[in-house]
């Protein structure tokens, strides 16, 4: 049975940072691209981050570059996004999530198993 737990998320305020991290099991984490997603009150769940898991290669929305950073541990079974310069739109649930169809590493519903979500709250 696959599971994602994700933890780290919390208040801060805009311009800080926050690291968080999902831990998996139930699977062989090495061989899975791994996404991170978020959705905020009222609207779609969109796309964050991607590493792959052949060559570790990741993927941005414009709306992340160069201010988040996905990376995993495949020792560890841990995928980590490193988010800073927090804006306020930056608030949401963030998820973590397996993927295990092909396609697009941006789309949903290209992924299985998803976590529980953590909250990231940005204050003025």
């Known amino acids: 049975q696959v599971q994602l737990v994700e933890s780290g998320g919390g208040l801060v305020q805009a311009g800080g940072s926050l690291r968080l991290s999902c831990a998996a099991s139930g699977l062989t984490f090495r061989r899975y691209t791994m996404g991170w997603f978020r959705q905020a009150p009222g609207k779609e769940r969109e796309f964050v981050a991607a590493i792959t898991w052949s060559t570790g290669s990741t993927y941005y929305p414009d709306s992340a570059k160069g201010r988040f950073t996905i990376s995993r541990d495949n020792g560890k079974n841990t995928v980590y996004l490193q988010m800073d310069s927090l804006k306020l739109d930056d608030t949401a649930i963030y998820y973590c999530?397996?993927?295990?169809?092909?396609?697009?590493?941006?789309?949903?519903?290209?992924?299985?198993?998803w976590g529980q979500g953590t909250q990231v709250t940005v204050s003025s």
């Open positions: 999530a397996v993927q295990n169809r092909l396609g697009s590493l941006s789309a949903t519903g290209n992924y299985d198993y």
